[in-house]
């Protein structure tokens, strides 16, 4: 008589499979919960990345000596902006650089500091730079810019941005600012555009 191929006999699972399995649903549904906490509270507080820009600016001297060494002397006013009305935000590593026609000019630097909620702190800059040597092109691109009476000048850099969104945690966030500064040779006059690291 060929033998049975189907036993009879009941397999029992493992105690630790269940375990297992009961965990992972436990750890399942936390993740679903804390995910629809998360996005009501963000519906709630709507938050706001803050973000630095620039305000204001003043070219108060752009002189190129027969050596053709170049001194630039401008004044930047930036701001650091936190519009959210239910968090404070703190920015740190600061730093921003100015240069022209691929030469850097000055670096701008800021300590660690705080804005609170709805709110702003303003920076002001002097910027005094060395004699810049210029080779004979760049000689050239500076007469040039005279001649049309606006030059411009490069802005590059970032901050660490980090705020709390309520009671779920601090967010951070990299603030990158590029943008071009364009000024008046003849009266230092800034032509204001926008100039800022939030998105466009």
């Given at each position: 008589m060929p033998p049975k191929l189907i036993s009879n006999a009941k397999r029992r699972t493992h105690p630790l499979i269940w375990f297992a399995a009961v965990l992972c649903t436990l750890v399942s549904i936390a993740v679903i919960i804390a995910g629809v906490g998360v996005f009501i509270g963000y519906l709630v507080i709507h938050p706001r990345i803050p973000m630095i820009r620039v305000i204001g600016a003043h070219l108060n001297n752009f002189q190129n000596d027969i050596a053709g060494?170049?001194?630039?002397?401008?004044?930047?006013?930036?701001?650091?902006?936190n519009d959210n009305a239910k968090a404070h935000a703190s920015f740190s590593d600061t730093r921003l650089f100015k240069s022209f026609l691929g030469l850097n000019i000055a670096e701008l630097v800021a300590d660690p500091f705080d804005v609170r909620k709805n709110s702003s702190v303003q920076?002001?800059?002097?910027?005094n730079s060395i004699k810049i040597p210029l080779n004979p092109e760049q000689m050239e691109e500076v007469d040039f810019v005279l001649k049309t009476d606006l030059i411009q000048f490069n802005l590059n850099g970032d901050t660490r941005v980090q705020w709390r969104v309520g009671l779920f945690g601090s967010v951070k966030f990299v603030c990158q600012i590029h943008c071009g500064l364009q000024f008046h040779h003849s009266n230092g006059t800034y032509l204001i555009s926008p100039c800022s690291s939030r998105a466009k």
């Open positions: 060494r170049l001194e630039v002397q401008l004044t930047i006013l930036v701001e650091a902006e920076f002001h800059y002097a910027v």
